[in-house]
């Protein structure tokens, strides 16, 4: 079992900062591919952004450029940078994890981002 606690979400001007984190409860993170999800009111959750267990990151391709996934496997950590920030950002933020050839079965209660413009 894999609980993640997701933090940084907050309120944003448009064109600003935001550094989103995801903790993991277990050091078998580490060997996990884990990714960020977005689901913005009235739409489906999507895909923002995952990276493997050795730190190759994959970025849904509205996203590319302005939002960096990293991981710090000594502090069972992911991050999501997110930079020059729009309204259209705006969305409760997941972080999932996933066996290597699974499916993302572990999820966080998500984290809360809004972008004003």
């Known amino acids: 079992q894999v609980q993640l606690v997701e933090s940084g979400g907050g309120l944003v001007q448009a064109g600003g900062s935001l550094r989103l984190s995801c903790a993991a409860s277990?050091?078998?993170?580490?060997?996990?591919?884990a990714a960020w999800f977005r689901e913005a009111p009235g739409e489906k959750r999507e895909f923002v952004a995952s990276?493997?267990?050795?730190?190759?990151?994959t970025y849904a391709a509205s996203m590319t450029g302005r939002f960096t996934i990293s991981r710090d496997n000594a502090k069972n950590t992911m991050y999501l940078q997110m930079n020059a920030v729009k309204p259209e950002d705006t969305g409760v933020y997941y972080c999932?994890?996933?066996?290597?050839?699974?499916?993302?079965?572990?999820w966080g209660q998500g984290t809360r981002v809004t972008v004003s413009s």
């Open positions: 277990v050091s078998t993170f580490r060997i996990l591919v």
């Open positions: 999932a994890t996933r066996w290597p050839r699974g499916s993302y079965e572990y």
């Open positions: 990276i493997s267990a050795d730190g190759s990151p």
